[in-house]
T-cell receptor, first 111, second 114 residues
Framework: GQQLNQSPQSMFIQEGEDVSMNCTSS?????WLWYKQEPGEGPVLLIA?????ELTSNGRLTAQFGITRKDSFLNISASIPSDVGIYFC???????????FGKGITLSVRP | DAGVTQSPTHLIKTRGQHVTLRCSPI?????VSWYQQVLGQGPQFIFQ???????GRGNFPDRFSARQFPNYSSELNVNALLLGDSALYLC?????????????FGPGTRLTVL
């Protein structure tokens, strides 16, 4: 079945640093999404991408939809302690809204 | 406005029992999807319902079933529980069933099977 690959499983950065996360797939997706999940909560949508090549920003977050439709990246600039959490990429292929998620990257920010 | 709500928040069951989880979508949202999130993994799609009809099903056994009510709330039922069914069950709602509609997740129901 379809799979989204996210690595590494964990990332440790210093407060103020920038961090980049990639998500790759062997399948094409029509929509790419980035979610953040904190303990005890459901995933919260950070950025949605709908067109190949699209670059979208949301505050300190920037994400791009890869030209091949098989990858996406998320950048977080000037990290702060509240950026701690699990970051998931997700893709949508067909006409319905089924999301395929990656395994997530746990981000830790050292003050 | 209230977001997606799920009940109960936590549940403990034993093997072989059945469980019913409930979800209320955001007001005005007609599509509800269910996901299973095992510890350390991303959510896995179980079902999508739109206008009370099943519109998508993931790779889960027939022990899993769901339905959507006229007020667009939804139930997920799991029969003959196995230890491996222990997970966080997430409900997401969106306005319609199309891929470009933003899905909003609830906080989930934590199911533990002993």
């Amino acid at each position: 079945g379809q799979q989204l690959n996210q690595s590494p499983q964990s990332m440790f950065i210093q407060e103020g640093e920038d961090v980049s996360m990639n998500c790759t797939s062997s399948s094409i997706f029509n929509t790419w999404l980035w979610y953040k999940q904190e303990p005890g909560e459901g995933p919260v949508l950070l950025i949605a991408l709908y067109k190949a090549g699209e670059l979208t920003s949301n505050g300190r977050l920037t994400a791009q939809f890869g030209i091949t439709r098989k990858d996406s990246f998320l950048n977080i600039s000037a990290s702060i302690p509240s950026d701690v959490g699990i970051y998931f990429c997700a893709g949508v292929t067909g006409a319905n809204s089924k999301l395929t998620f990656g395994k997530g990257i746990t981000l830790s920010v050292r003050p | 406005d209230a977001g997606v709500t799920q009940s109960p928040t936590h549940l403990i069951k034993t093997r072989g029992q059945h469980v019913t989880l409930r979800c209320s979508p955001i007001s005005g949202h007609k599509s509800v999807s269910w996901y299973q999130q095992v510890l350390g993994q991303g959510p896995q799609f179980i079902f999508q319902y739109y206008e009370k009809e099943e519109r998508g099903r993931g790779n889960f056994p027939d022990r899993f079933s769901a339905r959507q009510f006229p007020n667009y709330s939804s139930e997920l039922n799991v029969n003959a529980l196995l230890l491996g069914d222990s997970a966080l069950y997430l409900c997401a709602s969106s306005l319609a069933e199309i891929s470009t509609d933003t899905q909003y997740f609830g906080p989930g129901t934590r199911l533990t099977v002993l």
